[in-house]
């Protein structure tokens, strides 16, 4: 029971893919969150792998709140998980399953790992399932930090479902009743580089010479490496939807994260994460998915 906290490397979107390679992001670590409260109801059954019950969340720093506290800019805040957090100001998947189902309080473990990629999943699954046993629910964010754009991705992709394969095998290997939702990159180069466009200190900041940089100047959208970007993740999350689709528990969000629409406030300090609204955002859109998913609407 508890959480175990692990941040991951680059941002839940895409904005800069390489901008968070010599980026020094707080130390991986394991952590026990408190429960949220049950809110209603009647704790179910014991924990068993014909009752599941609770969540599991594997992947990169997308799920674990990395830089969005104010307090601590440059810290890990699992609260703020829009995956697992407790923060009301977020009201994470966790949060909502909590009030639906109330014997999911306590239950509830974040192995995301700072800068993986889909090779490192299987592993985390295997961590957090060490902690939840028998989750209702497991939640996968990957993707941003296995694209390379570097002319490799090509090749890299299917290895690269390979992985995701491997993990979704140890889920359900360990836990056959888990139901798996894994999602899209958040939101669309085009409008990311549009929304930041007209603030010309951050366009300015995430600007480059990589072929996948959505900026060559202040407020100058490189219209190719919006092209280059877009291309590429339309790619891995087309394998991604290949492979889950191979697995019965296994979901996508229906591109929910993708039809996220970006707003400069969500973002925190360093333009590649998220603040506390960014991550509630998230939740919102992912929640529709897991609630059909487990049968709560």
């Known amino acids: 029971m508890g959480t175990v906290g692990a941040v991951a490397a680059l941002s839940l979107g895409v904005l800069a893919l390489t901008a968070c390679s010599g980026e020094a992001l707080p130390a991986t670590h394991v952590a026990v969150a408190a429960p949220v409260p049950a809110t209603a109801g009647t704790p179910g059954p014991g924990a068993g792998l014909a009752h599941p019950r609770g969540l599991v969340a594997i992947g990169h720093s997308g799920l674990t709140g990395v830089y969005s506290d104010p307090l601590h800019p440059r810290a890990n805040a699992l609260q703020n998980?829009?995956?697992?957090?407790?923060s009301p100001q977020v009201d994470s998947i966790y949060q909502r399953l909590v009030a639906a189902l109330p014997e999911t309080a306590g239950h509830a473990a974040n192995a995301a790992v700072n800068g993986s990629r889909a090779s490192a999943l299987a592993d985390q699954a295997a961590s957090a399932l060490s902690h939840v046993p028998a989750p209702a629910l497991a939640l996968?964010?990957?993707?941003?930090n296995d694209i390379t754009c570097d002319g490799r991705d090509a090749r890299r992709i299917p290895v690269f479902g390979t992985e995701v394969r491997k993990a979704l095998d140890t889920i359900t290997t360990a836990s056959p009743m888990t139901q798996i939702v894994i999602v899209t990159v958040v939101g669309?180069?085009?409008?990311?580089?549009?929304?930041l466009a007209s603030d010309k200190g951050a366009s300015a900041r995430l600007a480059g010479t990589h072929r996948c940089s959505l900026f060559i100047g202040p407020g100058r959208v490189d219209p190719t490496g919006v092209a280059m970007q877009?291309?590429?993740v339309q790619a891995y999350e087309a394998e991604m939807r290949r492979v889950c689709a191979e697995v019965p528990q296994c979901h996508t969000d229906g591109g929910a994260l993708a039809s996220y629409e970006h707003r400069r406030q969500d973002l925190a300090w360093d333009l590649k994460h998220y603040a506390v609204s960014g991550h509630r955002r998230f939740a919102e859109l992912v929640w529709p998915t897991v609630a059909e998913v487990l049968g709560l609407r």
């Not at 996968?140 to 941003?144: A, G």
Request: net charge positive; aromatic share 4%; charged share 15%.
């Open 230 to 232: 877009t291309r590429l």
């Open 81 to 86: 998980s829009w995956a697992t957090g407790t």
């Open 140 to 144: 996968i964010q990957t993707i941003v």
């Open 188 to 195: 669309r180069p085009a409008e990311q580089a549009a929304v």
